[in-house]
């Protein structure tokens, strides 16, 4: 049974980027760092779950006008696995209110989860997620987005740049929306799962 929470108060920085995507999961040239084949990463996850059945999945939690979820390091989902679906209602309206004007509601998909130091390891990683909206009590794909580890000397192991996997499907005030991710030491289905985070928050325009 899902659990409703009301979200309160900004939320924190991530630490992982994204790259958006339709349903032909089209990546920004200034987001690719680090990302050998992309198609072969899109077979990959979406031989690891369906669009089709996570959308009929039952949520393992739903918040009211923003996320704000950490998942267990490891889980699945009969008919979405090693992957949990994360719903929200009322998206803005029951959120807390915008800090000042200019701001807008994003939602991000980050990387929770120990980082290796080793930098192949550190290529492994694996971050993906599908956007759903209702339509008429049905959850459509919007968007799928993922990121590749990509290790940076001196710095270290990210999953993607600094501000989280981001969807860039404008996503409607009241409206209904299911986030279906995973994270993985690696982008094929036999590969343990690892702590992700869904967040909304405001930021300037």
Known sequence: MSRTHAVVGCL???MVAMAATGCAVEMQDDEVDGVDSLDEDVAEVEQAYSE???ATVAPVTTYIGGYNYYSPQTYTTAGCYKSLAVDVVGYEAGFTPAPG?????NTYVDWADTLPTDPEACRDLFLAATLYY??????V???MAQRRGNYVNGVGCNVGLSYGLKFYTPMVATHSYRV???A???NGSSFPTRKFRIR???EPI
């Open 134 to 139: 209702e339509d008429d009590g049905v959850m």
């Open 184 to 186: 993985r030491t690696g």
């Open 52 to 54: 089709a059945t996570c």
């Open 141 to 143: 794909p919007a968007e």
């Open 12 to 14: 924190f920085a991530s």
């Open 180 to 182: 279906v991710a995973t």
């Open 101 to 105: 004007p200019n701001h807008e509601l």
């Open 200 to 202: 909304t928050v405001w």
